[in-house]
């Protein structure tokens, strides 16, 4: 399994970013996918999930402003990110529970800054 996630850069407060996840080595329509993020000096912490069915949850420092979505044809994840804040800068990831095992893809930075 590899995931691999890309669309990371700076912007200023109240400005909008997109992430992409792109997934290989599963058959991405049957898993959950999940967005995390790791603030500097902070543990990781999950922002988001979506079900296999399409259902999404939300952390509740990103509900209202953030919005995961999934081409499962593509087997891509997205997180469309609004209304970004100095507390939403970290690196992000996105995560599959396969098999018994965890994968992480490699990081995107998103900083915000006020």
């Not at 959950?32 to 949850?57: C, D, T, Y």
């Not at 100095?86 to 990831?93: L, Q």
């Amino acid at each position: 399994v590899q995931l691999q996630a890309s669309g990371g850069g700076s912007v200023q407060a109240g400005g909008s970013l997109g992430l992409t996840c792109a997934a290989s080595g599963l058959n991405f329509r049957l898993y959950s996918m999940r967005w995390h993020r790791q603030a500097p000096g902070k543990q990781r912490e999950l922002v988001a999930e979506i079900s296999n069915g399409g259902s999404a949850s939300y952390s509740d420092s990103v509900q209202g402003r953030f919005t995961i979505s999934r081409d499962n044809v593509r087997r891509r994840l997205y997180l469309q990110m609004q209304n970004l804040q100095p507390e939403d800068t970290g690196v992000y990831y996105c995560n599959v529970d396969h098999r018994e095992r965890t994968f992480w893809g490699r990081g995107t930075l998103v900083t915000v800054s006020s």
